[in-house]
């Protein structure tokens, strides 16, 4: 199988309603899946390399169709006396109201609790989402209009500088 089959065989499945297809040839084998919303998932040969004696135009360009890991975030150094906010839910985080309105709260500005500090909307509905501590944002931690998570840091707050 060389890679214009493999090519025709992942436009198969994405054209169908196929969710998983997986061809066996002598010591070639390959498995194209996809995920429950339509997606696909992986397209990866497992070839024993050994046995094999060109594998590597199909490892390169399975390669390329093999997902790619998921950066995660990098973790602010979180001083001692520092306090993280976190989402109470997963959506898509907002600093303002609307795109035209200034953001709920600006790095350096002190809260008290029950303030309005951002907005999540999940399932079109928009949350706004107050504050259970007091005192100064030290760091908004999510760019405007971005996915989080459930227990995803928002914000670091001081609550030391409450004045």
């Known amino acids: 199988m060389d890679i214009k089959d493999i090519q025709d065989l992942i436009k198969l499945v994405n054209r169908s309603s196929l969710t998983e297809v997986e061809i066996e040839n002598g010591d070639f084998r390959l498995r ?3 995920k429950a919303d339509g997606q696909l998932m992986y397209a990866a040969p497992a070839i024993p390399y050994a046995q094999n004696p060109s594998p590597a135009p199909v490892a390169e360009y399975a390669a390329t169709l093999a997902p790619q890991p998921i950066a995660e975030a990098p973790k602010a150094p979180v001083s001692s006396h520092l306090l993280e906010f976190k989402s109470p839910m997963i959506g898509t985080f907002y ?10 709260v600006k790095v350096g500005d002190v809260v008290s609790k029950g303030q309005v500090l951002c907005i999540i909307e999940a399932m079109k509905l928009f949350n706004e989402i107050e504050s259970e501590i007091e005192g100064k944002v030290v760091k908004i931690l999510v760019d405007d209009a971005r996915p989080v998570e459930y227990d995803q840091p928002l914000f670091l707050i001081d609550p030391s500088a409450t004045a």
């Open 95 to 104: 600093r303002s109201s609307s795109p035209d309105s200034d953001p709920f």
């Open 32 to 34: 194209i899946r996809r």
